[in-house]
C-alpha cells in the first residue's frame, strides 16, 4: 500500500538548503520514494493551515518511509540542514 510523506519547511539559507535538496531526493528515490508535489500552495477551504509550501514523496510502503527516515546513512543528510532550515514532516498511509 502506498504511503505519503510530506514536508514543510522554513527556509533560512536558501542556496545552503538547495545542497541539501540536492542530496536528499535522490537518497529518497533509494527508498522508493518520488516526489508527487513540489512546492505546492495548499488552498484553504475550511479551517486554517500553515502558509508555506508543501512537498509531498510517494513511498510504496510506510515502512519504506521508516527505513528511510531511520536510515544510519540519513544521519549526515539530516545534518546538512541544521541552522539552515526548521522542517515539520508528517507520513501517513494510503488507501
Not at 522554513?10 to 522508493?32: C, H, L, M, S
Not at 509550501?53 to 527516515?69: D, G, L, Q, R, S
Request: proline share 8%; aromatic share 14%.
Amino acid at each position: 500500500m502506498a504511503a505519503y510523506f510530506v514536508v514543510q519547511a522554513t527556509v533560512t539559507d536558501e542556496p545552503q538548503f538547495q545542497k541539501y535538496r540536492e542530496v536528499v531526493v535522490p537518497f529518497i528515490a533509494k527508498f522508493g520514494g518520488k516526489i508527487v508535489a513540489k512546492g505546492a500552495h495548499v488552498a484553504v477551504l475550511e479551517g486554517a493551515h500553515d502558509p508555506r509550501p508543501v512537498v509531498m514523496f510517494e513511498f510504496p510502503t510506510m515502512e519504506a518511509i521508516h527505513a528511510f527516515w531511520d536510515s544510519p546513512d540519513y544521519v549526515p543528510i539530516k545534518k546538512m540542514r541544521e541552522g539552515i532550515a526548521t522542517i515539520d514532516v508528517w507520513a501517513f498511509p494510503g488507501v
